[in-house]
């Protein structure tokens, strides 16, 4: 079974770092385009950002990009998200999530972990 | 304000049909297949349809997707009171290089 686990949320200050991470086991992410999305509470589904097998291509929302990186440990069959110079407005559950093929994009997600970016 | 547009609640009785719109531009649907997720409060996306009209195993044929142009249409016959979620479309936008969505349809099943 395809299963997808995120960790490393938490309470973070204004400024501050974060490093979240994302857990797959029944598959192999390695040829796999992985991405993150995140919630606003009571909002929309924002995408993050994506990275694909080998680490070839890596794409980043405008609202992120310069201050947050997107990795994979393919040994470690799991999926990284270094975010810095945290704001307010980031506060969201974190998904990541796979796609299956480039048309099929989004077929597993995990069960999210909590940013909260507050003082 | 996102990228895809989509009613931002609909509503209809049990075993009635009811259909949830997306309009997006010629670089993402017009360009791109469309999928559509299902989101209950406090639970992950779940895949609905995928490639504009297909549906993953375990999806029920209530559920069924379309798309023409630069916009997309989700239909659910045969409603139910489980039915009631969140819902959203999603492509990629080939000129921003980036996953978009809606900014979801609340469904209510009265």
């Known amino acids: 079974e395809v299963q997808l686990g995120e960790s490393g949320g938490g309470l973070v200050k204004p400024g501050g770092s974060l490093r979240l991470s994302c857990a797959a086991s029944?598959?192999?992410?390695?040829?796999?385009?992985m991405n993150w999305v995140r919630q606003a509470p009571g909002k929309g589904l924002e995408w993050v950002s994506a990275i694909s097998p080998s680490s070839t291509y890596i794409y980043y929302a405008d609202s992120v990009k310069g201050r947050f990186t997107i990795s994979r440990d393919d040994a470690k069959n799991s999926l990284y998200l270094q975010m810095s110079s945290l704001r307010a407005e980031d506060t969201a559950v974190y998904y990541c999530?796979?796609?299956?093929?480039?048309?099929?994009?989004?077929?597993?997600w995990g069960q999210g972990t909590l940013v909260t970016v507050s003082s | 304000q996102s990228v895809l547009t989509q009613p931002s609640s609909v509503s209809a009785a049990p075993g009635q049909k009811v259909t949830i719109s997306c309009s997006g531009s010629s670089s993402n649907i017009g360009k791109n297949y469309v999928a559509w997720y299902q989101q209950f409060p406090g639970t992950a996306p779940k895949l609905l349809i995928y490639e504009n009209n297909k549906r993953p195993s375990g999806i029920p044929d209530r559920f069924s997707g379309s798309k023409s142009g630069t916009s997309a249409t989700l239909d659910i016959t045969g409603l139910q009171t489980g039915d009631e979620a969140d819902y959203y479309c999603g492509t990629w936008d080939s000129s921003l290089s980036a996953w978009v969505f809606g900014g979801g349809t609340k469904l209510t099943v009265l």
């Open positions: 029944g598959f192999s992410i390695s040829n796999y385009n």
């Open positions: 999530a796979r796609d299956y093929s480039n048309s099929l994009k989004g077929d597993s």
